[in-house]
């Protein structure tokens, strides 16, 4: 299986940014998509954003205006750019890899991609 590494998030109070990192220990196809999921105790695993191989973005409405996602020029490499965080955005969040027509199905089929290892993000009111 693919390694994906991340880096980056922590604590911030409400209003301030943070950034994550995640990269693909190996090449990884010109036709995938990478994103960001996220998981906050007692809820279920969420997209918080997405980035297919062409560059098109897709980011949920709870973040959409704050957050920012973008790729590396190598492609195997995600950024999430969060600004203006509330403390809803408290959770851990994991940055995924599949095939551009697969993506969607991340959610219910984890197993069909690659995961990152997981971060911790909390936001303090």
């Known amino acids: 299986a693919m390694e994906m590494v991340q880096s980056g998030g922590g604590s911030v109070e409400a209003g301030g940014s943070l950034n994550l990192s995640c990269v693909a220990a190996?090449?990884?196809?010109?036709?995938?998509?990478m994103g960001w999921f996220r998981q906050a105790p007692g809820k279920e695993r969420e997209e918080v954003a997405s980035?297919?191989?062409?560059?098109?973005?897709t980011y949920s409405d709870s973040v959409k205006g704050r957050f920012t996602i973008s790729r590396g020029s190598a492609k195997n490499t995600v950024f999430l750019e969060m600004t203006n965080l509330k403390s809803e955005d408290t959770a851990m969040y994991y940055c995924?890899?599949?095939?551009?027509?697969?993506?969607?199905?991340?959610?219910?089929?984890?197993?069909?991609?690659?995961w990152g290892q997981g971060t911790q993000v909390t936001v303090s009111a």
């Open positions: 190996d090449s990884i196809y010109p036709t995938y998509c």
């Open positions: 995924a890899a599949a095939h551009d027509h697969a993506y969607y199905l991340l959610r219910e089929s984890p197993e069909i991609g690659f």
């Open positions: 980035i297919k191989s062409d560059g098109e973005a």
